[in-house]
């Protein structure tokens, strides 16, 4: 019932339109039009009255109202292919971009065969929660190559936390890990003092860190990323692209791993 409610405009003049014409198909009048006889006859007799149509149609919905849950199906398989198709299409023409930023931290293998891409936000619920995932499959896929990338979308703690973690990761991408692992990790909101105490405590020299935040090329980054986040569709977090897919929302292990070994086998 929820669904059929969800159809739209668009499902239901469809689905009308097709019971239309198999009404016209199966007018004993209509087929007469077929036969040997003057054009003004057989216009008369193909004229059908509206309201005649519209309640067979009413009719015909009410007996058969699955028919509104099938069009709703096909609409949103339609929907879904053409997205894909669409993500296929950004993926290719902003590979380097997506895969190989210079600002996008990278744990596991930085020279794995197979790329997963994590779109992320420090104050995402389910980021925190999908963390346990990427630390399992790098441990259990030496040939796995995970990229970070800052999307910080869920307001200015989320923003200035990143601001950090970018400064950092230009400082010491050798410890990047270390500190997105404290700081996704940790307990309590990430805030700009949360990063920075991180940040300190693997040995970051606190007055060339805060210069470092101040580097124009860190927003640059993030205004591609949200750009590039538009043109795949992402809105919320986590969301991952695998080979030539993009995965929305925290899944689980065993999904990623399952994207995994698709990509692997795309090679």
């Not at 936390?161 to 404290?182: C, D, I, Q, T, W």
């Not at 860190?218 to 969301?239: C, Q, V």
């Amino acid at each position: 019932m929820k669904k059929a409610l969800l159809l739209g405009t668009t499902g239901a003049v469809a689905a009308l339109a097709m019971l239309a014409f198999g009404f016209v198909a199966g007018n004993p009048q209509i087929a007469k039009a077929g036969t040997a006889q003057p054009a003004q006859t057989a216009a008369a007799d193909t004229k059908i009255d509206r309201t005649e149509v519209e309640g067979i149609i009413r009719d015909y919905l009410l007996k058969n109202p699955e028919v509104l849950l099938e069009v709703q199906d096909a609409l949103e398989a339609k929907q879904k292919e053409e997205q894909r198709i669409a993500h296929m299409g950004v993926i290719k023409d902003a590979k380097d971009q997506i895969f190989n930023s210079a600002f996008d931290g990278v744990v596991g293998n930085p020279k794995g065969k197979v790329t997963i891409v994590e779109f992320y936000d420090y104050n995402c619920g389910f980021c925190k929660r999908a963390i346990d995932d990427m630390r399992a499959l790098t441990k259990s896929d030496p040939d796995l190559r995970f990229v970070l990338k800052e999307f910080p979308i869920l307001g200015p703690d989320s923003q200035k936390a990143s601001v950090v973690s970018m400064a950092f990761h230009l400082m010491k991408p050798e410890k990047y890990g270390e500190f997105h692992n404290a700081l996704l990790g940790g307990q309590g909101r990430a805030t700009e003092a949360a990063a920075i105490k991180i940040a300190l405590s693997l040995g970051a020299d606190e007055a060339t860190l805060r210069e470092k935040m101040k580097d124009p090329s860190i927003n640059e980054a993030f205004s591609k990323t949200y750009d590039l986040a538009n043109k795949l569709a992402i809105t919320g977090t986590p969301s991952y692209v695998v080979g030539n897919e993009v995965v929305f929302g925290a899944l689980g292990q065993e999904v990623l791993a399952e994207k995994i070994e698709a990509a692997k086998a795309a090679l």
